[in-house]
């Protein structure tokens, strides 16, 4: 392996562990309020209200980060130099900034119509409690944009472990206020701990700035060549990646109606357990590719460039694929074991359960949406993310319309996956017209045999839950009945691949191999 090569898989490995510890921290962050608040009127609140701001700041800012700032500030660093590149920072930050107040102060105002707009369905004392609640954790869009921009050039310099320790920072917080001061402060108290946290996800980042030789300060050059570039790509860049936080948004206003008003926390919470397993390794990866991709489009590196696209999709699948099927024929004893007990009782683990076996369908579409939306990112190109962002959203409001009635939370759930598999299937035909597709017939191949590696490992999975299932009581049975068939499933999975060839299982037996050889 070459020393290239070796200090990719080095900074992948760090990230993913401290991308682990977050979720794992967030894991416990949401059992928390599980087991305190349970499905009731207050979670139903608190999860609405901050769900609002993060739906405008993810739809707003977070796509202006990702997707704009750090392609024209790769373009910057390489071609202009380190100077001009702080430069054209310094003009980005001020006008995120100056933007996210505005909409703070127009959130805070208008909480009242918003909470209207994304939970129609709640009772006036939800209601109430919701709105008191939104104004109290908006300018957590201020706090948040402020730290993106940070992991923004953070992760442009090649400094990917502080940016991935945000999360841990911002979940420790709130752990401890859950520990310390919930039961004298409340639902109120949460919101501020919550706020905190999005705070020191800023304020964590500051020396690794500091030490990369950058100062921040303000400058208002909004028409400068970099600025330009940032405002072109924008509008499609904030349209394609709406699709995640919208569905979420819509998700939560149809979820308002069901359960008096239990969908919310049903759809939330098996949306953060999803999220928070593909995410470890799934964001791991975007993270530290795309500014990878961002370099080769700076350097017209076109073959480098889309070798890069195949090879980690390629990868990533072999890895979510069973993940997809593990938490499908898991779901449920997993749900009861990350949120169930104290006031989570077993109605709202059997919703949220259903939930999560219908979001993991769309588990590949979000993985290759994730993936291929990053590269025409790093391309500066939006509208091809804009046209499938646009197709997903509509095909999900389409389709809540028409599941919510009949299956209620399991609707809501399949109408979010297959908008995923559309936006991602957009993404996948327009690559293939460039040239630049991945769908070679080694590819597809490889695809199948991975599925029905996965599949087998399913069975498997299912035959060793029906035998432990039982055998234990408690929070004992609880891991008995999760861990037990997951490593079960891990094996057969691992043999499967090496009785199929598949290239990445065999790479995994040499790796094995090497640490006994060390050992």
């Known amino acids: 392996m070459t020393k290239g090569k070796k200090s990719a898989v080095k900074t992948v490995s760090w990230v993913m562990v401290l991308t682990l510890l977050g979720k794992i921290l967030g894991l416990l962050r949401d059992r928390l309020l599980s087991v305190t608040y349970g499905s009731g009127m207050e979670t139903n609140a608190f999860l609405a209200a901050s769900r ?72 006036a004392e939800t209601r109430e409690l919701c709105i008191s609640l939104t104004r109290l954790m908006f300018p957590s869009v201020l706090f948040t944009g402020i730290a993106f921009s940070m992991v923004g050039v953070l992760q442009s310099m090649d400094e990917f472990n502080i940016p991935a320790l945000i999360s841990v920072v911002s979940n420790i917080a709130v752990i401890l206020y859950f520990i310390f001061f919930n039961d004298r402060f409340g639902i109120y108290g949460l919101a501020l701990a919550f706020l905190l946290g999005w705070l020191l996800q800023a304020l964590v980042q500051v020396p690794s700035l500091v030490k990369k030789g950058y100062l921040y300060r303000p400058s208002f050059h909004f028409r400068s060549e970099g600025m330009k570039k940032v405002f072109v790509l924008m509008l499609p860049v904030m349209v394609s990646t709406w699709v995640q936080p919208i569905n979420l948004a819509i998700n939560t206003r149809f979820g308002s109606h069901l359960f008096q008003g239990a969908g919310v926390s049903a759809i939330e919470f098996a949306n953060n357990l999803y999220l928070i397993i593909t995410g470890v390794f799934v964001l791991s990866v975007t993270n530290v590719i795309f500014p990878r991709l961002s370099k080769l489009t700076a350097q017209n590196e076109a073959t480098a460039f889309r070798d890069t696209i195949s090879s980690v999709i390629h990868s990533s699948l072999f890895f979510v694929v069973p993940l997809m099927v593990g938490m499908m024929t898991l779901a449920r004893p997993l749900v009861d074991l990350v949120y169930g007990g104290g006031e989570f009782d077993a109605f709202s683990v059997d919703i949220t359960a259903r939930a999560l076996v219908f979001l993991s369908l769309g588990m590949v579409g979000y993985t290759v949406q994730t993936i291929l939306s990053r590269a025409f990112f790093a391309e500066q190109s939006g509208k091809v993310p804009l046209i499938a962002g646009v197709c997903a959203i509509v095909s999900n409001i389409l389709l809540c319309m028409v599941l919510t009635d009949p299956f209620d939370v399991a609707g809501l759930a399949v109408a979010s996956s297959i908008s995923c598999i559309i936006n991602a299937l957009v993404l996948i035909i327009s690559l293939e017209k460039r040239g630049l597709g991945f769908l070679s017939k080694k590819f597809c191949f490889d695809l199948l045999k991975v599925f029905l590696a996965a599949a087998v490992m399913g069975c498997a999975v299912y035959g060793v839950r029906l035998l432990v299932d039982d055998l234990f009581v408690g929070v004992l049975g609880k891991l008995v009945t999760v861990f037990v068939p997951t490593l079960a499933g891990l094996l057969v999975y691992f043999v499967v691949t090496l009785v199929l060839r598949i290239d990445e299982g065999k790479a995994a037996l040499s790796l094995v191999k090497k640490l006994l050889h060390r050992s």
């Open 52 to 123: 609002i701001p993060r739906v405008f700041f993810d739809a707003v800012f977070a796509s202006a980060v990702a997707a704009c700032f750090i392609p024209v500030f790769n373009e910057y660093l390489t071609n202009k130099g380190k100077k001009e590149a702080f430069r054209f920072s310094n003009d980005f930050f001020t006008l995120i900034s100056l933007l996210c107040c505005i909409l703070t102060v127009l959130g805070i105002v208008f909480a009242d119509q918003l909470v209207t707009l994304f939970a129609d369905g709640y009772d």
